[in-house]
């Protein structure tokens, strides 16, 4: 398996709480990338990395930032969450024109 | 809007058929499409790539095919068995960035 662990896995928070979820990897892999998974709407692209510093928006992006000063590391925050944020929330990372490899997901449930 | 659709979103066969599900898109231009495997509680695992410029890609037991033409991609699991079980998502990659583009998935189940 890629070297790509998510924290923490499983969380519960209150309405307006600021949240972070990190992504680690292992692999050195140039491309990060952070997904939201909910029924009937398949994994749609939150943020993602091409770089150390260097991101940028994905589909449903409003309401989410995220910060990459280690090729490691890949957080996002939810700075005030919603109950709209509750889901699944997948790491990927990816070298190249390959495939993605993806985290084992974060389960968020927003109160 | 750009649209990524797959057959059903559940699909039922017998154990030794031919499953086959359909990715068509609207509104892209794909460099490439995938297909992932996902089974519940887990992060989505790839199984397959094929390119613009490819009519077909086997790998073991999976054949992809890939129409630009139509803007469709089947995925043929042959001889399936139980362990097939699972969630099939297609993917495309844009040929203008690095964003990947998710279907909702179909999922699949062999019966013995």
């Known amino acids: 398996d890629a070297g790509i662990t998510q924290s923490p896995r499983h969380k519960v928070t209150e309405t307006g709480t600021p949240v972070t979820l990190r992504c680690h990897q292992t692999?050195?892999?140039?491309?990060m990338y952070w997904y939201r998974q909910d029924p009937g709407h398949g994994l749609r692209l939150i943020h993602y990395?091409?770089?150390?510093?260097?991101?940028d928006k994905g589909e449903v992006s409003d309401g989410y930032s995220v910060s990459r000063s280690k090729t490691e590391d890949f957080l996002l925050t939810l700075e005030s969450a919603t109950s709209s944020q509750t889901s699944v929330y997948f790491c990927?990372?990816?070298?190249?024109?390959?495939?993605?490899?993806f985290g084992p997901g974060t389960r968020l449930t927003v109160l | 809007s750009q649209k990524i659709e797959q057959n059903s979103e559940a699909l039922n066969i017998q154990e030794g058929k031919t499953a086959t599900l359909t990715c068509n898109y609207t509104?892209?231009?794909?460099?490439?499409l995938q297909w992932y495997r996902q089974d519940p509680g887990r992060g989505p695992v790839f199984l397959l790539l094929?390119?613009?410029?490819?009519k077909e890609k086997r790998k073991e037991r999976l054949k992809v095919t890939f129409d630009t033409t139509l803007k469709q991609s089947l995925f043929h699991i042959t001889a399936s068995q139980p362990a097939d079980s699972a969630t099939y998502l297609c993917?495309?990659?844009?040929?203008?960035?690095?964003?990947?583009?998710f279907g909702t998935g179909t999922s699949l189940t062999v019966i013995p």
């Open positions: 990927a990372i990816r070298e190249a024109d390959t495939e993605q490899f």
């Open positions: 692999e050195n892999h140039r491309y």
């Open positions: 990395s091409y770089g150390v510093k260097d991101t």
């Open positions: 509104n892209y231009s794909p460099a490439y």
């Open positions: 094929i390119r613009e410029n490819e």
């Open positions: 993917a495309l990659r844009s040929n203008t960035g690095n964003q990947f583009y």
